[in-house]
């Protein structure tokens, strides 16, 4: 399996409900040795930072053609808590129920994100956000510059 490593990162001004971003940065080095790289990056209207969160790792992981062993590093605890500490198995398991704090939010991008991790062997690496690591920095420059640019998209459950 192809070594894969994706940073992320998402953003939101005046979040919740104004525009945001996310960026993501692939890298996989060859057989030869040489390092390849993909960098994505969109733009919304209107959302929150945990949905571009997760956001940035599904663009990732659906930019991924083939079955990859994959590390993806983020800053987003509510993300990599949610693999790392099993949250994601029980709300799956209890239909999507936190017990006694109601409904999951943001159930239609964590669905998508389980389909799109689930060809590949993924493991999560929470890095700690501003404080200097190259790609974290980079995918949020990406994040933001995406929340600021023109042509935002619309994300439909966070303008409802």
Known sequence: MTKVQIYTDGSARGNPDGPGGYGAVLQFTDSKGQTHEKVLSAGYR????????????????????????????SDSKYLTDAFNRHWIENWVANGWKRGKSGPVKNIDLWKRLLSAKGPHQVTFIWV?????????????????????????????????
Request: with cysteine.
């Open 46 to 73: 209107r959302t929150t930072n945990n949905r571009m969160e997760l956001m940035a790792a599904i663009a990732g992981l659906e930019a991924l053609n083939r079955p990859c062993q994959v590390e993806l590093y």
């Open 128 to 160: 700690k956000g501003h404080a200097g690591h190259p790609q974290n920095e980079r995918c949020d420059k990406l994040a933001t510059s995406a929340a600021d640019g023109e042509g935002l998209l619309i994300d439909g459950p966070a303008e409802n």
